[in-house]
């Protein structure tokens, strides 16, 4: 994903050595424009120190809620760091591929791989996502979705367990959970796992041609096959899990890149089950992620990301060791908790 509004080159160092700067920025600049580095100082942080669960968390509402099992989630991530560095291509990757689809279809959901040739920078590289339905009363669709690739590192060893593989272990226990609740959703769900949303050059934009930029290869590919078979009225929200598992886990609102209601939707909600340290209100400003080809379309979507105040981001110690189980939790147990809030408000308008 790409921060905004420094380039990609900067180090969590470099972005924390400017932090005084943007402070007084912040004095002169809308809100939006200095948001994505400005986390780093701000004195809500003191709430990330070694986050726990929220001891009791109060449901919106008295009907049973779903949850998830964090250390399972946190057993998926231990797998994918297990496999190695996973760039588009890889036979890592493909492994990677070949535990989501196992995991999925022995929830009793039906995996489809989506394989097809992408032109990059370093060459033609055989791409695929994975996609899982859990079809609802409604045809209408809600895809919840990470992607599963990790960055491409020469120089160092990259194994991306929460850049790629936090956001797919959470991901794959909220797809258990749901397949297995024996209560049929409202709206259809979408899994959906995305291939190669990093770029093979050192930063997002650098390779950029007129066939398209060298990122977000898997939701560019999915949402043109979304065109290509009208469905994209059908589909009427996408969220987005990306970087979920830090131990010090506090994700801001991603408001300049995502859908307003979407972000009140599950933030309010991870307010009400207890989880309000974790979902804050400051602004995480991300300028590029897998959610934003559905926002083209006119999907609307929201990108849930801690970025800006995880300092091992695209770093070789983005390791298992970061990771919590309860961060995983939090974030799952959120999302789910917000989809009876976001179904409601879609039910009520149907697709035009
Ligand atoms: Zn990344």
């Not at 780093?40 to 009907?63: F, L, M, Q």
């Not at 400051?282 to 999907?299: A, K, R, T, Y």
Request: charged share 25%; aromatic share 8%.
């Amino acid at each position: 994903m790409k921060p905004s509004p420094s380039s990609d080159t900067d180090t969590p160092r470099a972005k924390r050595a400017r932090a005084a700067h943007l402070l007084l920025l912040a004095l002169t600049l809308p809100l939006g424009f200095i948001a994505c580095t400005g986390n780093d100082t701000k004195p809500g942080n003191a709430g990330a120190g070694s986050p726990t669960p929220a001891a009791s968390p109060t449901p919106a509402n008295t009907s049973a809620r779903l949850t998830i099992d964090g250390a399972r989630a946190f057993e998926h991530v231990r797998k994918q760091v297990e496999f190695g560095p996973r760039p588009a291509g890889s036979s890592e990757l493909a492994r990677t591929r070949e535990y989501i689809v196992g995991e999925l279809k022995s929830y009793g959901l039906n995996a489809t791989v989506d394989e097809w040739q992408a032109k990059t920078p370093i060459g033609e590289r055989k791409m695929a996502n994975v996609v899982a339905e859990l079809p609802g009363e409604s045809s209408d669709v809600v895809i919840l979705s990470s992607h599963y690739d990790t960055k491409l590192f020469k120089e160092f060893r990259f194994v991306g367990a929460n850049d790629g593989g936090s956001s797919t272990g959470a991901l794959l226990e909220m797809a258990r959970v749901m397949a297995t609740s024996g209560q049929k959703p409202r709206l259809t769900y979408r899994f959906v796992f995305f291939d190669g949303e990093e770029a093979f050059c050192a930063n997002w934009e650098d390779c950029q041609t007129p066939e398209g930029p060298d990122n977000t290869y898997g939701s560019r590919h999915y949402v043109k096959q979304l065109k290509e078979k009208n469905e994209i009225k059908r589909v009427r929200a996408m969220i987005l899990l990306d970087m979920v598992g830090y131990k010090n886990l506090e994700l801001g609102r991603n408001e300049v890149l995502s859908t307003r209601w979407l972000i009140d939707a599950v933030w309010d909600t991870a307010k009400e089950i207890g989880y309000g340290d974790y979902f804050i209100d400051e602004i995480e400003h991300c300028d590029g992620d897998d959610h934003v080809p559905f926002l083209n379309e006119g999907i609307e979507a929201l990108d849930i990301i801690q970025l800006s105040s995880y300092e091992y981001w695209h770093e070789e110690g983005d390791t298992l060791d970061k990771i919590s189980p309860q961060s995983l939790k939090i974030v799952a147990d959120a999302v789910l908790a917000s989809l009876p809030r976001i179904e409601q408000r879609l039910l009520a308008k149907p697709a035009s």
